[in-house]
């Protein structure tokens, strides 16, 4: 018995010897600050401008995206033998593709209808598809069934200042 008694306390003591912590001492690093530079102005984003032009018909778009996706802009159809309309893009960036509501006025009267446009190699590319009306607003019956004909590719212009 006295030996169990004495394996017991050697392997005890064994253990706590092993579960000691060991202390490191770090050495302080010395932080200097930099001197203050002087302010940098950082030009804003500001909008990005597409429009597509065919035969005196003329489609352009400009916007922001913000951190979260949200898009911000407006949008103006002028169709050759059409009435001008143009109004305010609201919607979001999925992926490549811009989702929003554009709120546009024309013959007097306002209207909302959801537009897309597909993002691909630095143009937008206007989707088509089914569409319904609800409550007051035309919106794309299925978007997974989209499609974006090239023949609609708004190019990257400079930006008009107003």
Same mark, same amino acid.
């Given at each position: 018995?006295?030996?169990?008694?004495?394996?017991?306390?050697?392997?005890?003591?064994?253990?706590?010897?092993?579960?000691?912590?060991?202390?490191?001492?770090?050495?302080?690093?010395?932080?200097?600050?930099?001197?203050?530079?002087?302010?940098?102005?950082?030009?804003?984003?500001?909008?990005?401008?597409?429009?597509?032009?065919?035969?005196?018909?003329?489609?352009?778009?400009?916007?922001? +995206?913000?951190?979260?996706?949200? !898009?911000?802009? #407006?949008?103006?159809?002028? $169709?050759?033998?059409?009435? /001008? *309309?143009?109004?305010?893009?609201?919607?979001?960036?999925?992926?490549?593709?811009?989702?929003?509501?554009?709120?546009?006025?024309?013959?007097?009267?306002?209207?909302?209808?959801?537009?897309?446009?597909?993002?691909?190699?630095?143009?937008?590319?206007?989707?088509?598809?089914?569409? +319904?009306?609800?409550?007051?607003? !035309?919106?794309? #019956?299925?978007?997974?069934? $989209?499609?974006?004909?090239? /023949? *609609?590719?708004?190019?990257?212009?400079?930006?008009?200042?107003?």
């Amino acid at each position: 018995m006295k030996k169990v008694l004495t394996l017991i306390a050697v392997l005890s003591l064994s253990v706590f010897a092993s579960c000691k912590k060991e202390t490191t001492t770090i050495e302080p690093v010395q932080i200097t600050p930099s001197p203050p530079k002087e302010a940098e102005l950082v030009e804003p984003a500001g909008d990005q401008c597409y429009a597509w032009r065919l035969n005196g018909s003329i489609i352009e778009m400009s916007f922001n +995206v913000n951190s979260h996706q949200e !898009v911000n802009g #407006k949008l103006s159809y002028n $169709l050759v033998g059409k009435d /001008k *309309n143009e109004g305010t893009l609201i919607g979001n960036m999925k992926g490549d593709t811009l989702i929003a509501d554009y709120t546009f006025n024309s013959e007097g009267v306002s209207s909302v209808r959801e537009v897309a446009f597909l993002q691909k190699d630095g143009t937008f590319i206007e989707g088509y598809g089914d569409v +319904v009306t609800a409550n007051d607003k !035309v919106s794309f #019956k299925d978007k997974s069934k $989209l499609k974006f004909d090239a /023949k *609609n590719t708004l190019v990257k212009v400079d930006c008009k200042v107003e």
